[in-house]
C-alpha cells in the first residue's frame, strides 16, 4: 500500500444519512493525491457505526474506522484520530457536510505557499443556527481576549503530523481544547478562506449547555483567568468595604447614628456571597487536579477496523 500524503480525520456522531456523501465526496475531491481517512465513532445512537463498517469493507485501504465505548467528545476523538495517522499532512473537519470537500484543495494550496505549521479555514458567514454561530463567536473572542491568542480558529484544519504528534504524545488527560494546545507548539499559523455549507442532515449536538460547559471548561484548563478575577475582585471589594466602614464609623461617632441590623446583616451576606463564590473556583480547579493526578484517559476505543 501506498503511504499516503494526506490523513483526513473526521469525528463521527449520529451522522449515518451523510457518511456516503462524505467520503464520496473526499474521495473525488483528492483525485490522485495519495490520503487515507480516518472516522472515529464518538459513541453514536444511531447507524453510523454500521455505516462506518459499510464503508470499510468497500474502501479497506482508504478508511480505518474506530469505534468509542461511549461519547468522549469531539476534540478527545481528534486526539485519537492522531495516534493512527500515517500522512505527512493532517486535515481534521467535520461529519455533517458543512466543510465540503472539495474545499481541502484550498487548505493543501495555502499550505503550499507558506509553508505553515497549521493552515485554519475560516469562514465569512457560517451556516449555523443562532445558538451555536453565538456561542463559537463568545468562545473565539474571549479566548482571543483573555489569552492573546488569535481566536480564530475552526474545527476545519491543516496540521503538520509532527505539531499533532506532540499533542497526542503530551496530552493525555481527559479534557483537550486543541486549538489553544497548537498555539503552544507553535506561532507558524496562517488561515484561508474557505465556504460552509448549511447542515444537510440532522442537527447540530452542540447545545446551549454544552456550549456554554464547553466555554467553563476552557476557562479553567487553559486559562487562570478565574483566579485573577478572585484576585482583582478581593482588592476591588476590600478597598469599597473599607470606604463603606469608615462612613459608618463616621456617622456614628459624629451624628451617633445606630448603624441597624439591615446594614450589618446586608454586609455579611455580601462578604459571604463573594467567598463561597472564590471556594468555588478554587474547587473547580482542585477538581480538575484531581482527575490529572488519577490519570483519567481522554478516550477509550472498542473497536478498531
Not at 461529519?95 to 495555502?110: F, G, R, V
Not at 440532522?202 to 476552557?218: A, H, M
Amino acid at each position: 500500500m501506498t503511504t499516503p500524503y494526506l490523513s483526513i480525520v473526521i469525528p463521527v456522531y449520529n451522522s449515518e444519512n451523510g457518511l456516503d456523501e462524505l467520503f464520496a465526496g473526499i474521495d473525488a475531491a483528492m483525485g490522485t493525491t495519495a490520503y487515507e481517512v480516518i472516522f472515529i465513532d464518538d459513541g453514536s445512537k444511531d447507524n453510523s457505526w454500521k455505516k462506518l463498517m459499510e464503508l470499510k469493507s468497500k474502501h479497506p485501504q482508504k478508511i480505518i474506522a474506530i469505534k468509542f465505548a461511549r461519547n468522549f467528545g469531539q476534540h478527545n476523538a481528534i486526539l485519537c484520530g492522531f495516534g493512527f495517522c500515517k500522512g505527512e499532512l493532517i486535515v481534521t473537519m467535520d461529519d455533517d457536510l458543512q466543510h465540503p470537500p472539495e474545499e481541502i484543495a484550498k487548505l493543501l494550496a495555502k499550505y503550499e505557499e507558506t509553508r505553515a505549521d497549521v493552515v485554519y479555514g475560516t469562514y465569512n458567514s457560517k451556516q449555523h443556527g443562532i445558538v451555536q454561530n453565538a456561542g463559537s463567536y463568545f468562545v473565539k473572542k474571549t479566548s482571543k481576549y483573555f489569552e492573546n491568542k488569535m481566536g480564530e480558529g475552526s474545527s476545519f484544519r491543516l496540521i503538520k503530523k509532527e505539531i499533532a504528534q506532540k499533542i497526542k504524545e503530551n496530552h493525555q488527560h481527559n479534557f483537550l481544547f486543541i486549538d489553544e494546545v497548537i498555539q503552544w507548539y507553535t506561532g507558524n499559523i496562517t488561515f484561508t478562506y474557505v465556504n460552509h455549507n448549511p447542515r444537510k442532515y440532522g442537527k447540530s449536538s452542540y447545545s446551549f449547555f454544552k456550549l456554554t460547559n464547553l466555554y467553563f471548561n476552557i476557562l479553567v484548563n487553559y486559562s487562570a483567568l478565574p483566579l485573577k478575577l478572585m484576585t482583582y475582585s478581593g482588592l476591588l471589594f476590600s478597598i469599597i468595604t473599607f470606604f463603606v466602614g469608615l462612613r459608618f464609623i463616621y456617622k456614628k461617632i459624629v451624628h451617633n447614628v445606630p448603624l441597624g441590623y439591615t446594614s450589618t446583616i446586608v454586609s455579611i451576606l455580601f462578604t459571604a456571597s463573594i467567598i463561597l463564590l472564590c471556594l468555588g473556583i478554587i474547587g473547580q480547579y482542585i477538581y480538575k487536579l484531581y482527575q490529572f493526578q488519577h490519570h483519567k484517559p481522554p478516550y477509550s476505543i472498542q473497536t478498531v477496523l
